[in-house]
């Protein structure tokens, strides 16, 4: 069942560029709004993440005796679909090496800071500093918007799935506290332990594997936050696009475009060697 709604909603998200209109956050945002009185951040963080969770669990378990099971297989695909990142991350990219390609770094730095929390909260002294910040956006993007959610969908069903983008969408509000925020963030972090070694290792097997390994070995235990962990990780699979040293502005724009593209097709891949490993354990 599990192939099967992961190939379903990759087939959505190429057709809207997202989850489409099943990605519909309102209910949420009032029902973090009803929360908002609870004096304890841990009780707010459980009630608004469980108490979810624990009905999604209900009605699949109620469900699941109905017409062979199709109404559990359709509902666990419309879950994973809301589970699935925000917003056109391909649209957001493009946008991004259009206006690097042409040399516009304002424009970059604009279109960068839709999808970069790190040039949001720091901003970017230079080219480098700006290239840095999407790259690493980038893979953390490919993570969280696909491969983490699908990693928690085949190991504890929709309703982890679900899980780990509330705690997502918690960690990243603006609106909550940053008690809240900060608590959601941990969370998520261990969540996401796992996943994004999981990942690391797919970049090893698709890349440069002695040296990723080698990366790979040495940030196993890291506490570093993810998004850190899998560029240090992934860079070490691809080719060295920016070499050492100086080099002039037109060279740089076009290697850091390479080097992003290059990264996009990475996640591509890993992604795929990871969807036919969950079809291998179907057949199993």
Sequence with gaps: MEFFAILIAWAAVQFWGSGGVIQEDNWFIRYREMTAGIASSTLRLML????PVLAV???????????????????????????????????????????????????????????SAELCETGAENAFQLHTSVRKAVFYQGFERWFAVIFWFVVAGPAAALAYRLLFILANDGQLKQEDRDRAAITLYYLEWLPARMLGFAFAIIGNFDTCMAAWREHFNSELPSAEVLDKIGMKALPAYLPEGQIDGEQFVKLASDELLAVQHLLSRSLLVWVCAVAVLQLI
């Design 48 to 51: 608004l993440v469980a108490a």
């Design 57 to 115: 669990f209900a009605v699949l378990w109620l469900l699941a005796p109905l017409l062979f099971g199709l109404p559990v297989f359709l509902l666990s695909v419309a879950l994973l679909l809301y589970s699935l990142g925000r917003g056109d991350f391909q649209i957001l990219l493009k946008l991004y090496l259009n206006s690097w390609q042409r040399g516009d770094l304002e424009g970059a730095y604009q279109h960068g800071r839709g999808f």
